[in-house]
């Protein structure tokens, strides 16, 4: 399931930016939080199971999104990449934050201050002008 999930979504994404910083921390703590008792919440992604294809099929995903926004939406390639980076390093963040024993709540509030952070220091804004 997790390896026909990556392969559909990354069809067509060689053209397109690699992951970046929010795709592995959202990767690298789904597979941490998978492989220490944590379930999945995202349900494309629970049915996989095992935790390190599932860190795949997370920046599997990541990227048939980056794909779609450039190739369909008409985005640029650098907009759709610190897009989709942006709303990774949010969910990375969250991911830290229910780690450490945060409810969801403040869980959220640090997934949004990450990603807002990455967003001003990788000059999303100039990106998508």
């Known amino acids: 399931m997790g390896i026909a999930l990556m392969a559909a979504t990354l069809t067509g994404c060689a053209n397109t930016r690699g992951p970046g910083l929010g795709s592995a921390l959202d990767a690298a703590t789904t597979a941490y939080a998978l492989d220490h008792g944590y379930e999945e ?11 390190y294809l599932s860190a795949l099929a997370v920046i599997g995903v990541k990227q048939g999104i980056k794909y779609s926004l450039h190739e369909y939406a008409g985005l640029n390639e650098d907009c759709a990449h610190y897009g989709v980076e942006t709303a990774a390093m ?4 969250w991911n830290l934050a229910i ?25 999303g804004d100039e990106a998508c002008r």
Do not use: E, F, K, Q
């Not at 949010?90 to 963040?93: M, T, Y």
């Not at 709540?105 to 220091?121: E, N």
């Open 41 to 51: 919440a995202n349900p494309l992604l629970s049915p996989i199971g095992d935790p």
């Open 90 to 93: 949010g969910a990375g963040g």
């Open 99 to 123: 780690l450490a024993g945060a409810a969801t709540g403040p869980g959220l509030i640090v997934g949004a201050l990450l990603g807002a952070g990455y967003w001003l220091w990788s000059d």
